[in-house]
Every structure is written in structure tokens, then in C-alpha cells.
């Protein structure tokens, strides 16, 4: 879900994250008992931030080992039976609403308005609230991007993963999910959000390699899966309001009232994308469908 303020101060609905080597240079740090030894504690202290960056870096940078493919598989399908069942996913949603609400709101920047926060409910529902105008491309892309969201980070995330950079992707969450945390506005959201980078920190920082690739795997895969469930629920949604006499508040029909296109010629676009970033996605998490070159050493 999608809010705004327009500049008239109106409200109006939108629908719904080692160095090496270093050594001291005497002419810096001085000998000890004079007075430019009292530099050392702070030298000694950059020099451990710098190791640690290092090391850091080393970690995102790096590439690791193709995981066997039966955790391909077995990721793939534990992520698939999420998807399906119904009391998994009502829990598992909220990653996807997470990945949805963060799409509105960097649409919402990259596009000049101004982003005033995010909620997140215990239902799995969403709001993303911005000022500016209240029609034009801003508001547009800002509407169009949350069912968006979730198949495309999925996509991006298999890519990552079939060029080897597991522990890149990992930290690349980490890094969206602390972005999304610094817009959150309520304690439910802040709560969700937590939990999902603890969950993702863990397992990057301190599994192994394999539990990361599994891990990876499973997430590019919930992504890419839950995105397009997200979608059929949506127009799911909309046919039942609709039976009911009800008028839709949706993202697709937010869009259809801005633009001119009706609301289930949104939802087409959304499930024409995501079933792209699907198949695509597919095609770069299952070994010989496409071969993608080994990125970095």
C-alpha cells in the first residue's frame, strides 16, 4: 500500500542490508615516553578498524563454491512449500510485504518525493507514505514498484548467486533491510524487521559456506516464488471487492485512476514481469540452463 500528502497538504490513498602487512612507521608513532607516543592507542585502533574493513570486504567481495545441486534443489523446494502452504506463508509474507513497502519507498526517492515513513501490520499488510504531488511519473512509478519489488530483488539476487558471489548477496539484503529499518514508524515494523536482518546477519556472518548457499538459494527463490503469489492475490482481492459492490484501493487501481488504464491491466503488467523475473531467475539458479562467467577471484 501506497500513501501520499500532496502539496496542498490533502491526504490522499495510493493503495497498499584484513589488512594485511600493516606496519607501524616509527616517524608517526614516535618512541614510547615522548610526547607523540600518546598517537599509538589511535593508530593501534585505525589499524584494527582497517583489518576489520578488510576482512569485511574480503567476505563480499569474494567468490564461493558452486553448493552441490541437491541444495540446489532442496532450497527450491523447501522455499516452494512456504509459498504454498497457507499458515507458512501468512508467516513468511512478511519478508515479502518488507520487499514490497521497500519498493515503494526507493521508487519514491530515486523519483524526487519526499518519503515520510513505513508501517508494517501484523496482517502482512503495508503503507509506504510520501509527500508531492499527486499525479505525474512520480507518483506513478511510486505506485507501480511495490508488486514489483519482490521478483526483481529475487532476480537480482539468483544473478548474484549464479555468479558465485553468495556472501555479496547476503549483505546486499542486510544493506536494503537497514535502509528500510531507518524508514520504519511503527513498533510491529520495527519488530519485523529485526528478525529478518538477525535471521540474514547470522547466517552470513557466522555459517559456513554451504548453510549460506543454502540459505541464498532458498531466499532468491521465496523471493522470486512469493512475489508472484503476491500478485495473484492482489487480483484475487480485487475480484472480491469487486463482487462485493466494494471500490478497490489497491496499487493497480491507484494506478488505473492515475493513468487511465484500468487496475487489471496493472495486475497483467505486474504478473507479466514477475513471471520473467521467475523464469529468468529459474534459468540462473538451476545448473547448464545458462552459463553465466565467473565473476572476481
Known amino acids: 500500500m501506497f500513501w501520499w500528502v500532496s502539496r496542498d497538504r490533502r491526504n490522499g490513498p495510493a493503495g497498499i542490508a584484513r589488512m594485511h602487512g600493516l606496519m607501524a612507521d616509527p616517524a608517526v608513532l614516535g618512541p614510547i615516553g615522548r610526547s607523540s607516543g600518546a598517537r599509538w592507542p589511535l593508530t593501534l585502533a585505525g589499524m584494527a578498524v582497517l583489518g576489520l574493513m578488510h576482512e569485511l570486504w574480503d567476505r563480499i567481495g569474494g567468490t564461493q563454491p558452486?553448493?552441490?545441486?541437491?541444495?540446489?534443489?532442496?532450497?527450491?523446494?523447501?522455499?516452494?512449500?512456504?509459498?504454498?502452504?497457507?499458515?507458512?506463508w501468512?508467516?513468511?509474507?512478511?519478508?515479502?510485504?518488507?520487499?514490497?513497502?521497500?519498493?515503494?519507498?526507493?521508487?519514491?526517492?530515486?523519483?524526487?518525493?519526499?518519503?515520510?515513513?513505513i508501517r508494517l501490520h501484523s496482517d502482512t499488510s503495508g503503507v509506504t507514505y510520501s509527500?508531492?504531488?499527486?499525479?505525474?511519473?512520480?507518483?506513478?512509478?511510486?505506485?507501480?514498484?511495490?508488486?514489483?519489488?519482490?521478483?526483481?530483488?529475487?532476480?537480482?539476487?539468483?544473478?548474484?548467486?549464479?555468479?558465485?558471489?553468495?556472501?555479496?548477496?547476503?549483505?546486499?539484503?542486510?544493506?536494503?533491510?537497514?535502509?528500510?529499518?531507518?524508514?520504519?514508524?511503527?513498533?510491529?515494523?520495527?519488530?519485523?524487521?529485526?528478525?529478518?536482518?538477525?535471521?540474514?546477519?547470522?547466517?552470513?556472518?557466522?555459517?559456513?559456506?554451504?548453510?549460506?548457499?543454502?540459505?541464498?538459494?532458498a531466499a532468491a527463490w521465496f523471493l522470486l516464488?512469493?512475489?508472484?503469489?503476491?500478485?495473484?492475490?492482489?487480483?484475487?482481492?480485487?475480484?472480491?471487492?469487486?463482487?462485493?459492490?466494494?471500490?478497490?484501493?489497491?496499487?493497480?487501481?491507484?494506478?488505473?485512476?492515475?493513468?487511465g488504464v484500468p487496475g487489471g491491466a496493472w495486475v497483467a503488467v505486474f504478473a507479466v514481469v514477475c513471471a520473467a523475473a521467475l523464469v529468468l531467475g529459474t534459468r540462473l539458479l538451476i545448473p547448464g540452463l545458462l552459463h553465466l562467467p565467473h565473476l572476481g577471484g
Do not use: K
Open 66 to 88: 558452486v553448493p552441490p545441486a541437491w541444495v540446489m534443489a532442496v532450497s527450491g523446494t523447501i522455499a516452494l512449500l512456504i509459498v504454498l502452504n497457507p499458515r507458512a
Open 225 to 259: 516464488l512469493g512475489g508472484v503469489r503476491a500478485v495473484a492475490e492482489l487480483q484475487s482481492r480485487r475480484r472480491r471487492r469487486s463482487g462485493r459492490g466494494q471500490v478497490s484501493t489497491s496499487d493497480a487501481d491507484q494506478l488505473g485512476r492515475l493513468t
Open 131 to 217: 509527500r508531492g504531488m499527486r499525479t505525474g511519473p512520480a507518483v506513478v512509478l511510486t505506485s507501480a514498484a511495490g508488486y514489483l519489488a519482490p521478483s526483481l530483488l529475487g532476480a537480482g539476487a539468483a544473478w548474484l548467486l549464479a555468479a558465485h558471489h553468495v556472501t555479496a548477496m547476503l549483505w546486499l539484503l542486510l544493506a536494503l533491510l537497514a535502509a528500510t529499518f531507518l524508514a520504519i514508524r511503527n513498533a510491529y515494523g520495527v519488530l519485523a524487521v529485526l528478525v529478518t536482518v538477525g535471521a540474514v546477519l547470522a547466517v552470513s556472518w557466522f555459517a559456513t559456506a554451504a548453510i549460506q548457499a543454502a540459505f541464498g538459494y
Open 90 to 117: 501468512r508467516l513468511a509474507r512478511n519478508s515479502i510485504t518488507i520487499a514490497h513497502e521497500g519498493g515503494h519507498a526507493l521508487a519514491c526517492v530515486l523519483s524526487g518525493r519526499r518519503l515520510h515513513g
